[in-house]
């Protein structure tokens, strides 16, 4: 069973603190991906990654960066976490290739509550 | 740029009537299209996908979907609701680029009453 796994289900931080998201899938995927999720705004891309050591930015990458050394693992990082930034975080895996239709497998989430 | 809207950010039924969710696209080219399900406090899960192989695709849990290109549509439906399916649903598009980014809906909470 093709698996997605993320470090914490839920999570809650102070105003200023660095905070790490772990995401590891072990479907060998290629392609990572971190959303936020936000009611009535659906999914919006962070960040996302095609191979190891690669990154873009996606629709809303300001406050964040990322991490991806091993194919299995991409981590998101919130340099210094600020109230709005309370919020649900998806990460996601897709195949490389064509054939996959982009089609990606999500992890349960990662419920961030900063104070 | 290709884009998805999804009318109705809540739809409410009645357990045994028939569901209906509402996605539209925009896409220069011949898109990949799919609709996930997300349960209380879980990730998303494919409900189904459409490749081109066929206008109608059928996925899990009784849902359907009803690829119609002159009205740029992607329709959700189920002929019964079951309380189960109280849920959010969301309608993505794929960019057909080197980036295999999904572009995703708003959303469309359903409500199941009994």
């Known amino acids: 069973d093709v698996k997605v796994t993320q470090s914490s289900r839920y999570l809650v931080k102070r105003t200023g603190e660095k905070v790490f998201l772990e995401c590891v899938q072990d479907?060998?995927?290629?392609?990572m991906f971190w959303y936020r999720q936000d009611p009535g705004l659906g999914l919006r891309l962070i960040y996302f990654?095609?191979?190891?050591?690669?990154?873009e930015k996606g629709d809303i990458p300001e406050g964040y960066s990322v991490s991806r050394e091993k194919k299995e693992r991409f981590s998101l990082i919130l340099e210094s976490a600020s109230t709005n930034q309370t919020s649900m975080y998806l990460c996601a895996s897709s195949p490389a290739g064509t054939g996959s239709y982009n089609e990606q497998f999500f992890g349960p989430g990662t419920r961030l509550t900063v104070l | 740029a290709q884009s998805v809207t999804q009318l109705g950010s809540h739809v409410s039924v009645s357990e045994g009537a028939l569901v209906l969710l509402r996605c539209n696209y925009s896409?220069?080219?011949?898109?990949?299209l799919f609709w996930y399900v997300q349960y209380p406090n879980q990730g998303l899960q494919l409900l189904l996908k459409?490749?081109?192989?066929?206008?109608l695709v059928k996925g899990i849990n009784g849902f359907e979907a009803e690829f119609k290109k002159s009205e740029t549509s992607f329709h959700l439906t189920k002929p019964s609701a079951h309380m189960s399916d109280a849920a959010e649903y969301f309608c993505a598009v794929s960019v057909k680029d080197s980036s295999y980014k999904l572009i995703f809906g708003s959303g469309t909470r359903l409500l199941v009453r009994p």
């Open positions: 896409s220069s080219v011949p898109p990949y």
């Open positions: 459409y490749t081109s192989a066929a206008t």
């Open positions: 990654s095609y191979d190891v050591k690669m990154k």
């Open positions: 479907m060998d995927h290629e392609n």
